[in-house]
């Protein structure tokens, strides 16, 4: 099934979305927020799905049009959000354009951070930034959504605690990161609130582009009207979802909601194009000496989608535009 919260509060008012990501209709008869269904998805899943049925069938009395301007993201806010660097190509890549070396460590254990969970923002909110010095850079990203998984759960165990897939904008403000890096205390500054897809779709929507680990299907980044990347989301992941669920529950559990994410789709080589400004600008710094493509600059556009194998939508497009903010006071 299909879920999608729309603007309402802080926790959004959940509503469930047809398969063509056309009609939607309430959720909040079942569970009022997304959060609430996470907390209890075994009993909640099902009333879910029976509704997802009625509404795919054209039966279902409530249905509506599905309006992604209304989206909130699917989870508006979570208790954990940990994205990870699980393509560590893209790593290396970044690393030889600083003329640095990649430890071996970085193929063997995964790198991870937490981010800001406090608020994730809607597919079709702005990218706001005081500053265009800041190095404004879109990620496209695979994430996954889990249940409670228990501290010290196995690779084995954690594929089970998946409960649902999406797409992110992991938004990093490029110019910021080195000093805060210096300090040796990782990412804060640097990394504000993160888009989401307008939906998170269950595994079994998938079909076999899911592997119980990984998302077979290239992800597509689109900027400013050019297709700049569409790396296979499945190749050269080194580290698998479940892979990064149990590394961050070696030492503590996991509440329900824990967003997980994949880190920037990158394949070796970049043959399909990139998900990030900074990896163009790492290949071009190899080439030439130097970057050419500067980061993104106001009134820029990003669009982010995944489609299937006939080229539909699975969990429709983050398309955001690059806007100033004005910073307010008291």
């Known amino acids: 099934m299909k879920l999608a919260s729309y603007k309402s509060g802080r926790d959004g008012a959940l509503m469930i979305v047809d398969q063509t990501l056309t009609t939607c209709c309430s959720a909040t008869q079942i569970a009022s927020t997304m959060q609430e269904a996470l907390d209890d998805w075994d009993s909640v899943a099902p009333k879910l799905e029976e509704q997802y049925k009625l509404l795919c069938e054209g039966k279902h009395h409530g249905a509506m049009p599905f309006d992604t ?168 992941m080194t580290f698998d979802f479940p892979t990064l669920i149990a590394h961050c529950a070696k030492t503590r559990s996991l509440m329900s909601g824990a967003v997980i994410g994949s880190g920037t789709v990158s394949n070796v080589g970049s043959k399909d194009g990139s998900c990030c400004l900074a990896e163009i600008r790492c290949l071009e710094t190899i080439r030439d000496g130097k970057p050419s493509t500067p980061f993104m600059s106001f009134g820029d556009r990003i669009h982010i989608e995944m489609l299937d194998s006939e080229g539909n939508s699975i969990f429709g497009a983050i398309d955001q535009h690059v806007v100033r903010y004005q910073p307010k006071g008291d």
């Open 69 to 236: 301007s209304r989206c909130a993201a699917p989870l508006p806010r979570s208790f954990h959000w940990a994205d990870g660097s699980a393509y560590v190509t893209h790593v290396e890549l970044v690393r030889k354009a600083r003329g640095a070396e990649l430890p071996a460590s970085f193929w063997e254990d995964p790198l991870v951070y937490m981010g800001a969970s406090d608020a994730f923002i809607g597919p079709e909110d702005p990218v706001e930034a005081e500053s265009e010095d800041w190095g404004i850079d879109f990620e496209g990203e695979v994430v996954v959504i889990t249940d409670d998984v228990p501290a010290g759960t196995t690779v084995e165990q954690a594929a089970k605690h998946i409960k649902l897939v999406g797409l992110v904008n992991d938004i990093s403000l490029r110019n910021l990161i080195p000093g805060e890096l210096a300090k040796q205390f990782g990412f804060y500054q640097s990394k504000p609130w993160t888009a989401f897809s307008p939906v998170l779709v269950t595994p079994s929507e998938l079909g076999s582009a899911w592997d119980g680990a990984r998302l077979h299907l290239p992800l597509r980044a689109t900027y400013n009207g050019d297709l700049v990347g569409a790396p296979n989301a499945g190749q050269d």
